[in-house]
Nanobody
Framework: QAQLVESGGGLVQAGGSLRLSCAPSGSIFRINAMGWYRQAPGKQRELVASITSGDSTNYADSAKGRFTLSRDSAKNTVYLQMNSLEPEDTAVYYC??????????????WGQGTQVTVSS
């Protein structure tokens, strides 16, 4: 089974930028959507941004105007460019790929998570 490999997290000062990347280690078919979620300590995992197979994007309000999601369809790779980072963006960021199963149900692949820490 394919796994999602994430990269690009790290420590940055407030106002700085980071670019997260996520690529599958194997083949993934019947993709419905790809995106990024995050989970801060003591909080639930929340959507940051997602893009459907039809290139429709969805951003959390906190990400609008600062973060940009893009993908390379040929490589099934998704990128999250994060600008103007704030301490409130500190969290573990998880890549997500949602696929259609043969039974026409939606199923999720998750990355292992990458830490993003924004210092004030």
């Amino acid at each position: 089974q394919a796994q999602l490999v994430e990269s690009g997290g790290g420590l940055v000062q407030a106002g700085g930028s980071l670019r997260l990347s996520c690529a599958p280690s194997g083949s993934i078919f019947r993709i419905n959507a790809m995106g990024w979620y995050r989970q801060a300590p003591g909080k639930q995992r929340e959507l940051v941004a997602s893009i459907t197979s039809g290139d429709s994007t969805n951003y959390a309000d906190s990400a609008k105007g600062r973060f940009t999601l893009s993908r390379d369809s040929a490589k099934n790779t998704v990128y999250l460019q994060m600008n103007s980072l704030e301490p409130e963006d500190t969290a573990v960021y998880y890549c997500n790929v949602r696929v259609w199963t043969r039974e026409l149900r939606l199923s999720d692949y998750w990355g292992q998570g990458t830490q993003v820490t924004v210092s004030s």
